[in-house]
């Protein structure tokens, strides 16, 4: 396995062995160690001294089910600290086949202007002109790079919100079915890469051309055993496969802690008609497809292409955090809505969670009635077309709270808090809070345990290692779904580790990485400036109690200050 | 003297005798105990947990020339940290004549939404409606408070910046001659005064009822003396009183740190048309006045009332500030243009430099083309009206860097950066980096100093005193026009202070003041979240050669970190 680097101002290209130092990291966690090695931690994130790193996770490369993830990172332009943001996919997966441990982009924008692809196969990586690619959409990028590079390619990509500098703008990768949508959404990376005008990469590698595997009957025997609980679990087995994570909607509504209407509340009156069952069922009477896998071996496939009234491809995928805050957080109803705006967002290659969350800021100061689709869909196309108002929902929540004068705006680290309120959810809550990533439910989203919500008590112990164990999945590659499975048999984590590397882990592993990967944020974060006084709530969750449960955030600070001591 | 206390929330009106702990303190200094005493340093800037505070300098009342400034303070929603601003007019003088040793501004906004005026006179305060000046300019709005409270008053007050929590927006205050014109005008604080739906404060009082003083014989020989330096003194003597501040710009533009077209060079090729000489010339020719006094009592009337083409008053003041960031820093050489500017943020009740600054940053993406008066002045209107762009541009440099997708954005801590380029003037890129209250020249500007400015060697060790001093001055309440005289003889400081309190204070007062104040600051900064990394001048100004001088910022951050220490 090696390290490519490319560099933009140079055009330089270099491959290398991986650094000893890099060898037991991958993913979120190699993300971490890169920023820490290479990035000052004080540079301007769209300047050219930021640095992007794709890193596959550690159990990537061998079409084992929903552990084929790719982690994509940076100094965030949201947040100014550690950003690393996964996603499905084939990204990871032809990477590791190609042999890259990861791939780091560097310098940039080339002085003459013009944006670039950088192509990568067997033989070699090199910058090509991206000329006509610019400006295009993600659906239509995709088009004109698989019918110049072939079909079987992996792409990275951005959208138009990436070329903006959008601080809401990710990185899109394709999924097995040629679809340019599954997205590296958060913190901004797609406007890295469009300040160095990278448009999209392609990863040539139709070979499935596995990484070695040291004790292949260890590893054989892991994989088994994980898939038969990841079969049998009614969650992976059942719910997920038949509503996708739009499954979320009915659950979170009934813990009162679904954003409705830029979280004035916790459960919305019309959640029944955005609820998974609802979109289930809407979807298939229209011809649309449930249970899509994103990455190739995925045998849950929580995703799915929703249809139009039209009973044509609408959007794929809509998920639960798209619909808690492009849907309830607004007072929407109509998955239809709901859909488009999706769709949009998708193709502008931008998190949906940031601008649900920044249309939620502006609805504050009349710009958007709660409830009001048709309006919504006119400020998203505001924020495609790039004018003045869609320019400021377009970078997020927080700094739309900023320019439109709104105090009432749910951010942690200026990303925007996704679809479950912390109020709510105090476990959730504290991940928010304290991971270094900001607000991020994939950090650590404890609404699964059977407690008190809303009881401050114990939610920081609830929180910790919820955290460590999603630290240690992300550096592995191993999707949510995945997490289900090797919850229930923790020795198989090590198991598959030790079999693919040769290495000797402890059943603590997992959790012994992820706290490795966190410190190493936090210490990234503490170079860039960050305090205890950024792993905070925001203050108006604090006084201003949540309906219908009345609750406010109210976890101390001394307790989230010590969560990751000892 | 006593402290008076109004809560927007409850309507409570509290006099209380000054704290023994609050004693020694005024203005900036007072500022800053005041928030380490009772604001929460992680509270948010624009919610009901912030307070604000008008603090007279320790001197003033006394009508002696160019010492009767008034601070206002509070955590700033530009820079998330501590923030004095302070001004002249008649503000701190009246409240001196009050007896009131500070103001402070608590809770609000009012529960039904409604907007209030503080009436202040010798029997007590109370608040009234506001409703019918809601949205006015500065202009009509002092009319009508004028009207209605008579015109012996003294008034603060916000314009529709600060209604709208622009991060831009001043607290104006009433100068002697009844103009609403007198701006603390940097960090937002008139967005915190009307997050608070605080539209104005009425300071009646027009007895001149100096505060008592100990040694009157004492304070009146240090006063002779020091007027007599002040007369006599080249600068406030000659210079000042004929070309105002304004005769900063051919010195700056010789020194090569004027900021030209962003901050891309620190030479304007029309800067003779923008000099004070030129302003001078065509104003006097027009009928304006040169040599206007902003505070009664006051000998140096640096100010002036500009008139336009058709003979009538245009705007007052036009200072140097205003003409570097609006003038040559957007390629603009009309100074009609930069009047009209000009008069539409005192209108606005907003900062002209931060102002300035984002339509550089906006031109960087296109939206002016450097040279383009008009095209400035239909910005203008949009900050005017509240347009999204308007938004955009009325909050300041650092957002809309943020949102326009800019990395050029030439502010520290979140504050534009003043009229001298750091990379041209290294004692004054120092100050800015290191002041506590962000970006801002009048806390240690270095230009004077007869130095090679471009050598980074002894910067540092050039900025400490002159941000002590200014700390000092600014907590008395002195103009930066009396620290000429001041300086020519340093008893002088400690004399008044004795005289006037009946203290004993060595020769070193001033700069131990300073050093008290600067060091409180950054405990509030501290506890705020603020690190060493916020002490730095923007990334791109150490990389980016400064036109013609090839000069970039390169004073070590060691360095910076320690020029507070020992």
Chains 1, 2 share one sequence.
């Not at 192509?119 to 991206?130: F, M, N, S, V």
Request: charged share 20%.
């Amino acid at each position: 396995m090696q390290i490519l680097r490319v560099n933009l101002t140079t055009n330089a290209v270099l491959y290398k062995d991986v650094p000893e130092s890099w060898r037991a990291y991958g993913g979120r966690a190699l993300v971490a160690r890169f920023l820490l090695d290479e990035v000052p931690p004080t540079c301007e994130p769209l300047g050219p001294r930021n640095k992007l790193i794709w890193a596959p996770g550690l159990l990537v490369g061998h079409m084992l089910s929903s552990v084929d993830r790719i982690s994509v990172g940076g100094k965030s332009p949201l947040t100014g600290g550690v950003k690393e943001a996964n996603a499905g996919g084939t990204t990871g997966m032809k990477m590791a086949w190609l042999g890259l441990h990861a791939l780091i982009i560097e310098g940039g924008p080339p002085a003459d202007g013009s944006w670039k692809i950088l192509y990568i196969d067997a033989e070699g990586a090199r910058l090509e002109p991206a000329g006509d690619l610019v400006g295009l959409g993600l659906k239509e990028t995709g088009e004109r790079l698989t019918e110049r590079y072939g079909s079987k390619i992996g792409i990275s990509a951005i959208g138009p919100a990436g070329e903006r500098l959008y601080r809401s703008a990710g990185v899109t990768h394709m999924d097995a079915d040629l679809n340019l949508t599954r997205l590296s959404a958060r913190g901004g990376l797609g406007a890295v890469m469009g300040s160095k005008h990278l448009k999209a990469i392609i990863f040539d590698q139709p070979r499935a051309n596995r990484p070695p595997v040291v004790d292949e009957q260890r590893f054989k025997d892991a994989s088994r055993a994980y898939l038969k609980i990841l079969r049998e679990h009614p969650q992976t087995g059942q719910i997920y496969p038949t509503y996708g994570t739009a499954g979320m909607v009915e659950l979170c509504n009934a813990v009162g802690a679904l954003p409705t209407r830029n979280f004035s509340a916790g459960r919305f009156e019309a959640a029944d008609r955005i609820s998974g069952e609802a979109i289930h069922d809407l979807n298939l009477a229209r011809g649309g497809q449930i249970a899509h896998a994103c990455m190739p071996g995925c045998i849950i496939k929580c995703s799915n292409i929703y249809f139009g009234p039209d009973g044509k491809p609408l959007v794929t995928p809509l998920e639960y955090e798209t619909i808690g805050l492009m849907g309830s957080n607004l007072g929407i109803d109509d998955p239809d809505v709901i859909a488009r705006m999706n769709d949009i967002a998708n193709d502008m290659g931008m998190d949906t969670i940031d601008t649900g969350a920044a249309l939620g800021v502006a609805a504050e100061v009349g710009l958007l009635a709660f409830g009001d689709g048709e309006r919504a869909l006119v400020l998203m196309e505001e924020v495609k077309t790039g004018t003045p108002l869609g320019r400021i929902l377009g970078n997020g929540a927080a700094l739309a709270g900023q320019v439109l004068g709104v105090t009432r705006v749910p951010v942690v680290k200026g990303q925007a808090i996704s679809a479950y309120d912390p109020r709510g959810t105090k476990g959730t809550g504290v991940t928010y809070a304290t991971s270094p990533q900001g607000a991020d439910h994939t950090n650590g989203l404890t609404i699964r345990a059977d407690v008190d919500h809303t009881d401050p008590k114990g939610k920081v112990e609830l929180s910790r290692p919820a955290q460590l164990n999603m630290g240690g999945y992300d550096s592995l590659g191993v999707c949510l779904m995945g997490t289900f499975a090797f919850g229930v048999d923790p020795t198989l984590i090590p198991e598959l580790v030790n079999g693919r590397y040769g290495w000797d882990m402890e059943p603590d592993y997992l959790q012994q990485l992820g706290l490795e990967c966190i410190r190493m944020e936090r210490e990234f974060n503490r170079r860039a400036g960050f305090t205890a006084a950024d792993d905070r709530i925001p203050e108006w969750m604090t006084v201003e109690p949540l309906s219908p449960l009345n609750s406010v955030f109210d976890v101390p600070d001394e307790e989230l200050d010590a969560i990751f001591d000892g």
